[in-house]
């Protein structure tokens, strides 16, 4: 197994791990305590403990510290010595380092002090943040959110996504010859990701979606086939399978959600109000002029949750 491929094992085992460990309960988590300190290898004099692991991973994760405890014991043997492999290595290479004095050198004195900076700031800025951001207020935004939900139509729908006009239309013509083939003919065309569960989206309020995508399927039959739908993805075949009062999620599965947006909304806020209530005074004056910011247009569109397969009942394609 070359390099490249180690390291994506290594990363999806700690996907897997992260989410297994996220399951655990308070008692499993605490009963693994005594492990922190447990010395998974040594080299040239020194040891390395599976907390001293952590850490390490960690970093490869990019994750902050709200990370849950991953559980060494339950990952794969090949990345167990990969990742105590590469985490001895770079402890050998900063005593080399040392044994240089590079840290004595200018420039690295100044980039030590840069990430020092970076890492206390983010650290503050985060447990400012959970100061904030309370249960009480997580619950709040959640249940304006049902009521708001609640009031919306949500709609189950599967695409085909083509490069052009053309192609759209020609699969619409397969269709109006046998449209249950939609599945089908969706993992065998579509350019989308969705392809691989032919072409399905999932349940999805129109928000959720760009306008054109969203005004077609708002003026279709459940079991309708659209015809061909320009957007800047591409031209979009449309099959609505249902459409319905919107279903929020239950608290506990929104939670995590709600509260990462109320956080960064949280740190956003203060940073501003922290940077607004300072006396700061422009030397040079093309730095005192308001730059146009720009929003992403496209956050948090075309994204919808998973759900079960296209229903069985046969699409009609729209005239």
Avoid at 223 to 243: M, N
Wanted: glycine share 4%.
């Amino acid at each position: 197994m070359n390099r490249t491929s180690l390291s994506y094992l290594v990363a999806l085992s700690l996907c897997s791990t992260l989410a297994f460990t996220a399951c655990k309960d308070k008692g499993a988590q605490q009963s693994d305590a005594g492990h922190a300190k447990r010395v998974l290898a040594t080299y040239n004099g020194g040891e390395l403990t599976e907390d001293d692991l952590y850490n390490e991973m960690l970093k490869l994760m990019q994750n902050g510290p709200d990370s849950q405890k991953i559980q060494y014991d339950t990952l794969d043997a090949r990345v167990k010595q990969a990742l105590v492999k590469d985490a001895i290595a770079q402890r050998l290479v900063v005593a080399e380092a040392k044994k240089a004095k590079v840290e004595d050198d200018a420039e690295v004195e100044k980039k030590i002090k840069a990430l020092t900076n970076r890492v206390v700031s983010q650290e503050y800025v985060l447990r400012k943040a959970k100061e904030l951001v309370t249960e009480e207020k997580i619950r709040a935004f959640y249940d304006k959110d049902v009521q708001d939900v609640r009031q919306k139509e949500e709609f189950r729908a599967s695409h085909i996504l083509v490069k052009s006009e053309e192609e759209a239309k020609a699969t619409i013509e397969q269709l109006k010859q046998d449209s249950s083939k939609f599945p089908e003919l969706a993992r065998e065309k579509s350019i989308d990701s969705t392809r691989v569960r032919g072409g399905n989206l999932g349940y999805f309020l129109p928000e959720h979606m760009v306008p054109e995508f969203a005004n077609a399927v708002k003026g279709m039959k459940v079991g309708e086939i659209s015809g061909p739908v320009k957007t800047d993805f591409g031209w979009h075949v449309i099959y609505l399978q249902d459409r319905r009062q919107a279903v929020p999620p239950a608290y506990d599965k929104a939670k995590p959600a709600i509260e990462r947006k109320l956080r960064q909304e949280a740190i956003q806020k203060y940073v501003e109000d922290l940077t607004n209530g300072a006396a700061i005074v422009y030397v040079d004056n093309s730095a005192a002029q308001p730059a146009a910011e720009e929003k992403a247009a496209t956050s948090g569109e075309g994204k919808s949750a998973e759900t079960h397969a296209p229903a069985n009942a046969q699409p009609t394609v729209k005239q």
